[in-house]
C-alpha cells in the first residue's frame, strides 16, 4: 500500500485507534468493555498452544492492545514482542505486566516497520481482532509472513462477513446485549475464509487450519467450533 509518491501509506484509521485508545483504562477490567475479549483469550491462546511449542518460541503479537493475549503467550514460556499503534494501549499493557510481572517487549510501532527491521525472525505471529480494522488487510499479512522464520506459524482471528456475523456481531453484540461499545465493527470489513486464503496464497504462506471460535455469553467463555460463520481462526505456515 503506498502513496501516489511511492511513499508507504498509513494502514490504520484513526478513528480507530482513538475508539480503542479510550477503552485503555479498563482493558483488563473482566467485567468492562473488553468482557467478550477475555472470554476468547483462553481459546485463542489454546489454538496457538496446540500449534506451536511456546516455551523458548519468540513470538509477535501484532495489534496487541491492553496486552491480554501477550501476556498469556509469555505467561506459557513465550520471549513475546507486541506491538500496537495506540499509544495508551501500549502505555496500560506495559503497566499491567509491571504489576504482574510478565515480561513482554511491548512497542508502538506498526508491523510493516518491523518486518522492514527484523524479516525471518520470529517463530510465531498472532494478529488477532484487528485486520476488520485496518484500510488493508492483505499488507498486514504480508508483513506478518516477511517476520516469520520458515517453518514459522501466523494465527489470525477476524470475523466472517455473513449475515449470522451481522446479526450477533453487531445487532447482539452491540446493539442488544451491550457486550461491545457501538461502532466497533463495520459489517463491510468482515472478511471471508476465502478471501483470507488467498491473501495467505499471495503471500507465499500455506493455509494448515480454520476453526470457529464461538463466544457463549450466557458462561461467558468461548471454544473452538467447526462452524466459521461468525468468528474464526486460521493458522497458516511459512514453508
Given amino acids: 500500500m503506498t502513496t501516489p509518491h511511492g511513499a508507504p501509506a498509513a494502514n490504520f484509521r ?57 501476556e498469556a503467550l509469555a505467561k506459557a514460556g513465550a520471549d513475546v514482542v507486541a506491538i500496537d499503534l495506540a499509544p495508551e494501549l501500549v502505555k496500560v499493557a506495559r503497566l499491567h505486566g509491571l504489576e504482574s510481572g510478565v515480561d513482554v517487549d511491548y512497542r508502538v510501532q506498526s508491523v510493516e516497520a518491523l518486518a522492514a527491521e527484523q524479516p525471518g525472525s520470529f517463530d510465531a505471529v498472532t494478529c488477532m481482532e484487528m485486520l476488520e480494522h485496518v484500510p488493508d488487510p492483505a499488507a498486514i499479512l504480508h508483513a506478518c509472513a516477511t517476520l516469520l522464520k520458515p517453518g514459522g506459524r501466523l494465527f489470525v482471528s477476524t470475523l466472517n462477513r455473513t ?17 461491545l461499545p457501538t461502532g466497533t465493527h463495520r459489517y463491510s470489513e468482515f472478511i471471508k475464509p476465502s478471501e483470507l486464503a488467498a491473501w495467505l496464497r499471495e503471500t507465499g504462506l ?31 505456515l511459512k514453508p
Fill in 163 to 179: 449475515p449470522a456475523a451481522f446479526a450477533l456481531a453487531i445487532v447482539g453484540a452491540e446493539y442488544i446485549a451491550r457486550l
Fill in 14 to 70: 484513526q478513528d480507530e485507534l482513538d475508539r480503542f485508545g479510550a477503552l485503555a483504562n479498563r482493558w483488563w477490567d473482566p467485567d468492562g468493555p473488553q468482557k467478550p475479549l477475555h472470554a476468547l483469550n483462553p481459546a485463542r491462546l489454546g489454538y496457538v498452544a496446540a500449534r506451536v511449542t511456546l516455551p523458548g518460541a519468540r513470538v509477535l503479537d501484532v495489534g496487541c492492545g491492553g496486552g491480554l493475549l501477550s
Fill in 206 to 236: 500455506a493455509l494448515e487450519d480454520v476453526s470457529g471460535l464461538r463466544y457463549e455469553p450466557w458462561r461467558n467463555a468461548a471454544r473452538i467450533v467447526p462452524r466459521t460463520d461468525v468468528n474464526y481462526l486460521a493458522c497458516a
